[in-house]
């Protein structure tokens, strides 16, 4: 499957120049490069340039809203001129939003669309925040606080600009702690940092997520990052209903969810799940365990849901499973 | 069904009326129910009768409802105490959680 990347960040925040500068590298050629932009009228695709290997395209209004179905359309349009040959033979999709958008449906659309299905592979986030005017961003956009929790990759863009980035810093580790943060200064970026991401690699992150901030917790715009861990394996029936029932009492509310679970049914494999408010991807089943940890770890980023309810969630759900199919049923 | 499985849907439903914002209480009764008290009703969870195709009856005042799972119960508990709770009109059919 082709990789799908989204860059986000809020209005000037730095993305396009990030993107000029990962076009003009080696290591990131034979990208198709989606340009989002607010308006009639876009200019970001006129200012970045990139090799007769790579393709940009551009896409008007706002991805998140009445072009969300277009984006759908825009992919699968790529993919069969792909087929076809009538465009390069790209190897991965990076889809830049404009600074306006809410990055959630655009994820959905990304992993719910059966047109995309099986073809596409959502493989991060990774969000621009300006070390000179993020603080007040973050306070005055909601749309900026979103596209920080939802990150997987957090780029602090102007840092030649700004004296001290300690607030900007605190402010976004507090949103969303499990992403690693990079400082970025004229958009210049290893790409490996940013799209190299593997399954190992996120098994990897959710593993420091829950050894270093296993009860964090935020409450700056009710945006709240837990994660839950379960040594034992969870019932295939169970995880299942724990889904079902989050999507059912969390909507909206339920940011993103990512997750390495220990299925009972098939314990050697990790299966590994993502979900973003509710909606869930098919779970991705890994060939073999990527370190000796093999306990289950769920990473929430949540607006206004607490900890302890999805905890007493998930073991009332297990208590059930386990008496019905355990040996005390 | 085991006293594990009653006291871990007793705490559910504690954390829940927290996590609604809802005023109210969750006790257990003498038989063992499961009783929600908020927003002027009155909920008795209790488990199913053996024999029976379902493992939980709630009853909302006057009537009786009956779940399959600890998450029925919730959803049933929250419509009947939660004015700002609005079901999934969709149901979001579960993906195989085994391997293919």
């Known amino acids: ?329 | 069904m085991t006293a594990v499985v009653l006291h871990r849907t007793f705490r559910l439903l504690e954390e829940s009326l927290c996590a609604w914002n809802i005023a109210g209480k969750v006790v257990r009764d003498d038989t063992g129910g499961i009783v929600v008290t908020a927003k002027d009703e009155r909920l008795l969870v209790t488990q199913a009768p053996d024999g029976v195709p379902f493992r939980w009856v709630v009853t909302v005042g006057a009537r009786t409802r009956t779940a399959m799972s600890v998450t029925g119960v919730l959803g049933i508990v929250r419509q009947a105490i939660d004015p700002t709770y609005q079901p999934l009109r969709a149901r979001i059919a579960p993906a195989p959680m085994v391997p293919p």
């Not at chain 1, 809410?102 to 099986?118: C, K, R, T, V, Y």
Request: net charge negative; aromatic share 4%; glycine share 6%.
């Open chain 1, 1 to 329: 499957m082709i990789p799908v990347s989204v860059l986000t960040g809020f209005l000037g925040s730095g993305k396009t120049t990030v993107l000029a500068r990962l076009l003009r590298r080696p290591e990131f050629s034979r990208t198709a490069v989606i340009i989002n932009e607010f308006g009639e009228v876009g200019l970001d695709h006129d200012l970045v340039e990139a090799s007769d290997e790579s393709l940009v395209q551009l896409q008007t209004g706002c991805l998140c809203c009445a072009v969300r179905g277009d984006l759908v359309r825009t992919l699968d349009d790529l993919l069969r001129r792909r087929e076809e040959g009538t465009v390069p033979p790209f190897e991965r999709v990076l889809i830049e939003t404009s600074g306006l958008a809410d990055p959630a449906p655009i994820l959905q659309s990304l992993m719910l669309d059966a047109a995309l299905a099986g073809r596409l592979a959502l493989h991060g986030v990774v969000t621009t925040v300006d070390a000179v005017n993020g603080v007040a961003t973050l306070r005055r956009q909601p749309e900026s606080v979103k596209q920080v929790a939802v990150a997987d990759r957090l780029l602090l863009t102007k840092t030649d600009l700004a004296d001290d980035t300690r607030d900007v810093r605190m402010r976004v580790a507090a949103l969303n702690p499990s992403a690693p943060f990079i400082a970025v200064t004229l958009g210049d970026v290893d790409p490996e940092l940013l799209f190299a991401a593997s399954d190992h690699d996120k098994a990897g992150r959710y593993q420091e997520a829950d050894h270093h901030h296993h009860h964090a917790q935020s409450h700056a715009n009710d945006i709240a990052f837990f994660a839950i861990v379960r040594e034992e394996p969870i019932a295939a029936i169970a995880l299942t209903l724990f889904l079902e029932a989050l999507a059912e009492h969390c909507g909206a509310d339920l940011l993103r969810l990512k997750g390495i679970i220990r299925v009972t049914e098939n314990a050697d494999r990790p299966a590994v799940i993502h979900g973003v408010q509710q909606v869930f991807h098919p779970p991705a089943w890994l060939e073999r365990w990527p370190s000796a940890d093999r306990t289950s770890r769920l990473v929430f980023i949540t607006r206004g849901i607490s900890q302890p309810w999805i905890e007493a969630l998930l073991a009332a759900i297990e208590a059930e499973v386990h008496s019905v199919s355990g040996p005390e049923a």
